[in-house]
């Protein structure tokens, strides 16, 4: 699976949209980009995930850039209760690899 | 439609005594995985296994642990002679059949295991 890079952390004002970029330069055709999260040592949370089109749901949208090197997580309205850890994840696309591979993520603090 | 349940949410546990994490996954689900998070660091994945199958355990450690999912009941995660360095929030996920490419994995509120 291919590795992913994310900054340490960001700040964002509540209400305000929140950014979160992830690079994953050597992403291979068939690997699809995940968001996950985890608010204060809760279980993670699923988000979005995408090949290669842009994808929306009601929590966030995702923007993977043409040559899917690198994508951005948009939350339209970040509000305190988004405050948590963003795990961007590369996997492939196979039954038997459904293994989660989870970096250090990015520590999103939604300031009031 | 209940979640992952995982019991129980809190486990002491002296070192050399045994530790049994249990996993119920949501209704439907036949996949189950264990990820385990050290205090101040990531969540590292340690097994996935589907009924009666363990399909990857290469994050597993190579002594005192083990896991399985039998055909009827929760996946259990066990943890034999415990030391301080298991101490960590052990948490359990689950998707559907395979079949159709799995798309998200459903976690748990997780197991801490604290050991004296």
């Known amino acids: 699976d291919a590795k992913t890079t994310q900054p340490t952390s960001m700040d964002c004002a509540e209400g305000r949209a929140a950014n979160l970029p992830c690079n994953h330069s050597?992403?291979?055709?068939?690997?699809?980009v995940y968001w996950y999260r985890q608010i204060h040592s809760q279980g993670p949370q699923y988000i979005i995930h995408?090949?290669?089109n842009n994808e929306t749901n009601e929590m966030a949208s995702l923007i993977i850039t043409e040559d899917r090197k690198s994508s951005t997580l948009i939350l339209p309205h970040a509000t305190l209760r988004d405050t948590a850890v963003y795990y961007c994840?590369?996997?492939?696309?196979?039954?038997?690899?459904?293994?989660?591979?989870f970096g250090q993520g990015t520590t999103l603090q939604v300031k009031p | 439609n209940a979640g992952v349940m995982q019991n129980p949410r809190h486990l002491v546990r002296r070192r050399g005594q045994e530790a049994r994490l249990r996993c119920s996954p949501m209704?439907?689900?036949?996949?189950v995985y264990w990820y385990r998070q050290l205090p101040e660091e990531g969540l590292k994945f340690m097994v996935y296994?589907?009924?009666?199958?363990?399909?990857?355990e290469s994050g597993m450690p190579k002594e005192r642990f083990s896991a399985e999912f039998p055909k009827e009941g929760p996946s259990i995660l066990r943890i034999q002679q415990v030391v301080r360095g298991d101490s960590a929030a052990y948490f359990c996920?689950?998707?559907?059949?395979?079949?159709?490419?799995?798309?998200?994995?459903?976690f748990g509120p997780g197991t801490r295991l604290t050991v004296l």
């Open positions: 994840i590369v996997r492939g696309r196979s039954s038997n690899t459904g293994k989660l591979i």
């Open positions: 296994l589907q009924k009666e199958n363990i399909i990857d």
């Open positions: 209704k439907g689900h036949s996949h």
């Open positions: 995408g090949l290669k």
């Open positions: 050597t992403i291979s055709g068939n690997e699809y």
């Open positions: 996920a689950s998707s559907p059949p395979t079949g159709t490419f799995v798309d998200e994995q459903f």
